[in-house]
């Protein structure tokens, strides 16, 4: 199974808009882009909601014959670990090995020293096309680096080969991820990771490392864009000698997790994938649900005061809806409007605050945090959620499928 040059993960915490979503796939090919869809859901997110794993193939499933979308499409088990792998194992065809946790983990020294000896090629000065100058590499800082991802790349092997026994040797797609942790890895720490891993036998068709800088959830790239830019290239660069040097799949490229809404770091992406040829993997993260709240609010009505309800349940539990996402938000309680005053909002006036258009003087990027780490509050009203999201599906179908053509797609892959 191999995956596209050009693949798309899209989220979709409550399995009602995978139609809408890909319309949008649909507009891409007519406009002569080929991407496929990946349905993405983590095990937090089932847990969080409520759902099962097989509700996302089925969704994906019923999608794609609706609309008789005759190209790829994956369904991505995100963020599985050895202990929560085997209930995806039935639906999905797209495993996301997340080993960051094992990042500096303590392994045998035996074993790095033998990974260090095995690699001469490595300590030294490394010269990588595409690259200025060559990557400075002693042997004292290969043995540092894989002291400190052996552990996971071990690990990645344990759960990769777990599921090979379980779907069979390539019969799925593999991705191996490093994002949730707090230190970027750097480019020569990219290179080290994809020796580990041809070592440690994983056929990884895409690898997601952290990238510099923050990519919070639902906004935009916050960070240096000059500095994202030079690693970017140079991760692609290490990606392309890597396949070369170390035999991984020739397909193997960059998966950019929290990729939704970073519309700053499109154009650079856009620009290195040109230069390299290079494939990609973005994955969005809830993108989808602001939607819904969107085409809610601007149905008005009820629908308007459901999107409403759900900010002021969101603004009451603010710091535990907070909590396990610390990390990847940047919300200014300051700027949160009140329940209150929110309850007098026009339709309007609240598409704009929700909305992801930073043009806007009216967008509150607060606002929109908030209710991204919210959808808890619409999992707790259950039917009530879901049967108004059937009654306005129309104004949110327009707006979850605008959202990824518009915002997304075409600047990522058409430069508009
Ligand atoms: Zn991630």
Not at 179 to 201: K, N, R
Not at 249 to 276: E, M, T, W
């Amino acid at each position: 199974m191999e995956l596209e040059k050009f693949s798309f993960g899209v989220g979709d915490r409550f399995a009602r808009q995978a139609k809408a979503q890909l319309a949008a796939f649909e507009l891409a090919a007519k406009a002569g882009v080929e991407i496929v869809p990946v349905w993405n859901k983590s095990n937090r997110e089932h847990t969080m909601i409520g759902s099962s794993p097989d509700s996302v193939r089925a969704a994906a499933d019923v999608a794609v014959e609706a609309l008789g979308w005759a190209k790829g499409y994956y369904v991505d088990a995100d963020h599985i670990r050895l202990d929560t792998v085997d209930g995806f194992t039935a639906s999905s065809d797209f495993y996301t090995i997340d080993v960051a946790e094992y990042i500096g983990k303590a392994e045998s020294a035996e074993l790095v020293s033998a990974f260090v000896a095995a690699h001469p090629e490595l300590s030294g000065s490394v010269v990588v096309p595409g690259i200025d100058g060559a990557l400075a590499l002693s042997a004292n800082n290969v043995e540092r680096i894989a002291g400190k991802y052996i552990g996971s790349v071990r690990e990645a092997g344990r759960i990769y080969r777990h599921i090979a026994t379980v779907k069979g040797e390539g019969e799925f797609v593999t991705e191996v991820s490093m994002d949730e942790t707090d230190a970027p890895q750097t480019p020569p720490e990219l290179l080290v990771i994809l020796a580990l891993m041809s070592d440690e036998g994983i056929p990884a068709q895409t690898i997601a490392p952290k990238f510099t800088g923050r990519f919070n959830k639902g906004v935009d790239y916050v960070g240096d864009l000059a500095e994202f830019e030079k690693e970017f290239r140079d991760d692609l660069a290490v990606i392309a000698y890597a396949v070369g040097r170390y035999h991984l799949p020739k397909n193997l490229k960059l998966s950019v997790h929290s990729g939704s809404d970073k519309f700053s770091v499109y154009a650079p992406i856009r620009r290195a994938l040109a230069d390299f040829g290079a494939g990609i993997h973005l994955k969005t993260a809830g993108t989808t649900w602001l939607e819904e709240l969107i085409g809610l609010a601007e149905a008005d009505g009820e629908g308007l005061a459901l999107a409403k309800e759900i900010y002021g349940k969101a603004l009451a539990k603010r710091e535990a809806l907070c909590e396990p996402y610390a990390t990847v938000i940047d919300i200014d309680p300051t700027k949160l409007p009140s329940a209150d005053e929110v309850a007098g909002w026009s339709a309007d006036r609240y598409v704009v605050a929700v909305r992801h258009d930073p043009s806007n003087p009216g967008f509150n990027p607060s606002m929109r945090q908030l209710l991204h780490v919210g959808y808890k509050v619409a999992a707790q009203m259950g039917d009530r959620y879901l049967d108004m999201l059937d009654a306005c599906q129309e104004s949110i179908a327009k707006n979850v499928t605008e959202n990824l053509w518009v915002r997304h797609i075409q600047p990522l892959f058409l430069g508009k």
